[in-house]
T-cell receptor, first 106, second 114 residues
Framework: GQSLEQPSEVTAVEGAIVQINCTYQ??????LSWYQQHDGGAPTFLSY????GLEETGRFSSFLSRSDSYGYLLLQELQMKDSASYFC???????FGAGTRLTVKP | NAGVTQTPKFQVLKTGQSMTLQCAQD?????MSWYRQDPGMGLRLIHY???????DQGEVPNGYNVSRSTTEDFPLRLLSAAPSQTSVYFC?????????????FGPGTRLTVT
């Protein structure tokens, strides 16, 4: 099995950059996914990393270091609509972290 | 495409009652899964299926049954509801691609057991 650790809350201002970290412990590992969930909504897929390095998708980027069992989601040019919970997930057994609640302030 | 649909949206059960949560997808995805989400605990995998006729247990399977007779449908059965099963239930479908396992989630079923 696996466990994934994320900070519970992060606060940032509009236009800023924020990084949400995820560390994992695993007996096997395929890759790390990131999902966004707005209050009352369903999770939506943001990105996936199977290999070390940075994957960029518009304002969102995700990074993975397999040797450090660590990844992060980077959100740039924050907008109010980015206020949501963000989850990292390990592909091997589809286990999710507890989520990081991001609050973007004006 | 409707994507992943779930019914009902809301449900209240009494302890001991049984019911089935419905999930359907129209994307011809191989993988389907059921999660429950409790406050502050993220999503926990209940059961999953890698194709019609194949199911397996996830992290928290006790008290739930599943079957996968078709590619499209993946119902979740609560055998004898308990207050501890009060939660939001999400169904997801996915296709394994080079970019990993991108899961598409349904809108969820909010279940209260009294």
């Amino acid at each position: 099995g696996q466990s994934l650790e994320q900070p519970s809350e992060v606060t940032a201002v509009e236009g800023a950059i924020v990084q949400i970290n995820c560390t994992y412990q695993t007996s096997g590992f395929y890759g790390l996914s990131w999902y966004q969930q707005h209050d009352g909504g369903a999770p939506t897929f943001l990105s996936y990393n199977a290999l070390d390095g940075l994957e960029e998708t518009g304002r969102f980027s995700s990074f993975l270091s397999r040797s450090d069992s660590y990844g992060y989601l980077l959100l740039q040019e924050l907008q109010m609509k980015d206020s949501a919970s963000y989850f990292c997930a390990a592909e091997e057994d589809m286990r999710f972290g507890a989520g990081t609640r991001l609050t973007v302030k004006p | 495409n409707a994507g992943v649909t779930q019914t009902p949206k809301f449900q209240v059960l009494k302890t001991g009652q049984s019911m089935t949560l419905q999930c359907a997808q129209d994307m011809n995805h191989e993988y389907m899964s059921w999660y429950r989400q409790d406050p502050g605990m993220g999503l926990r995998l209940i059961h999953y299926s890698v194709g019609a006729g194949i199911t397996d247990q996830g992290e928290v399977p006790n008290g739930y049954n599943v079957s996968r007779s078709t590619t499209e449908d993946f119902p979740l059965r609560l055998l004898s509801a308990a207050p501890s099963q009060t939660s939001v239930y999400f169904c997801a479908s996915s296709q394994r691609l080079a970019g990993g396992l991108e899961q598409y989630f349904g809108p969820g079923t909010r279940l209260t057991v009294t």
